[in-house]
């Protein structure tokens, strides 16, 4: 811990804030706070592992928000729930085995479709539409596998997981991010269980950093209530092409 000079802790205090205000309107808060704690000195497994720490505060109390204003119903979720903990799981040991060259690739495009789809569709997601498939099939295609890329890679799963309910749920905007930090969360808690027995977490620094996610994620999710469609669509799309541009980058 001899990286973590006041000035560190002070700008990964301020980033997790950001992160965290960024996570709740529309996802993508991984792309700034696994970057910063990369710059910071941590090895890239502990690194996420931190993360996920941090992360989880942060996803909580936006769920929390949410769910206090209605917006989002547990107990209709347990499918999605166990399911997308059980691909967090998976991905998370996964990560600490294998090197994650190929979704590092195949992620930026993916990305860069979210914000086209978000992007040239101003009124997607403006009202509740029809439901496509059951809610356990989503939970066994969607929950599993988004809760995968987030246990074993993460930036951008919150956009994903958006996309999905709005598109195969036929949620809302304001409905679909609040489906997607209680899947977020999931993702990030089955991911930290498993970095916890990995010994990939700097306790301190998470927690330093927790606080900061926790003040963002507020705000991020009452402006989010506030503005709705106006708000989230655009920082979507603002955050896919930067999740992609960062990944190409790193990448290629």
Not at 24 to 31: C, H, N, P, T, V
């Amino acid at each position: 811990m001899e990286f973590l000079t006041i000035e560190v802790a002070s700008i990964l205090f301020a980033v997790a804030f950001i992160a965290g205000c960024v996570d709740a309107i529309a996802g993508g808060g991984g792309l700034l706070t696994i970057p910063a704690l990369l710059l910071a000195g941590l090895p890239p497994a502990m690194a996420l592992g931190t993360n996920k720490l941090q992360g989880v505060f942060g996803t909580l109390t936006a769920v929390m928000n949410f769910r206090r204003k209605g917006h989002v119903k547990l107990k209709p979720m347990i499918w999605e729930i166990s399911l997308t903990f059980t691909g967090a799981a998976i991905g998370a040991v996964a990560v600490q085995n294998i090197e994650p060259g190929i979704l590092l690739k195949l992620i930026p495009l993916a990305m860069l479709g979210i914000a086209i789809y978000f992007g040239v569709s101003p009124n997607i997601g403006s009202i509740d539409s029809h439901q496509r498939i059951s809610r356990r099939t989503f939970a066994a295609s969607v929950g599993f596998g988004i809760g995968f890329y987030d246990g074993f890679l993460g930036p951008g799963a919150g956009s994903f997981y958006v996309l999905a309910y709005v598109s195969l749920q036929g949620m809302n905007i304001i409905s679909a991010t609040a489906h997607s930090k209680v899947l977020n969360l999931t993702s990030n808690f089955g991911g930290l269980v498993f970095f916890i027995f990995g010994g990939n977490v700097i306790w301190s620094l998470g927690i330093l950093m927790a606080i900061g996610q926790i003040c963002g994620a507020y705000l991020g999710s009452q402006l989010a209530m506030k503005h709705g469609g106006k708000l989230i669509r655009p920082v979507i799309v603002i955050s896919a092409i930067a999740i992609s541009a960062k990944l190409l980058f790193d990448a290629w």
